[in-house]
């Protein structure tokens, strides 16, 4: 399939996300004291993301601990009304 004005096949856009990582170890041990660029894909609440590490689309959720987060929850009823 290709795009109107464009002729860029459009396999060529889709990503290919990785869900499980077989040896955790070798991540961590590959990755240990680099920053990880990433995209996040979203905020659970404050201190917890989901997120895709790059280049490789591996799919993380990350847990930050030692911050302080303020809490203000929208009742649902009004929340549907947004």
């Known amino acids: 399939m290709?795009?109107?004005y464009n002729f860029i096949s459009l396999q060529d856009h889709v990503r290919d996300i990785k869900w499980k990582?077989?040896?955790v170890k070798e991540f961590v041990e590959k990755r240990r004291n680099k920053p990880i660029k990433a995209v996040i894909d979203s905020v659970r609440d404050?201190?917890?993301v989901r997120a895709f590490l790059l280049p490789d689309f591996h799919n993380a959720t990350i847990m930050i601990h030692g911050i302080r987060v303020?809490?203000?929850f929208l009742p649902f009823h009004?929340?549907?009304m947004c």
């Open 21 to 23: 990582i077989e040896d």
């Open 2 to 4: 290709f795009l109107r």
């Open 78 to 80: 009004l929340f549907l």
């Open 70 to 72: 303020s809490v203000n």
């Open 46 to 48: 404050g201190s917890t």
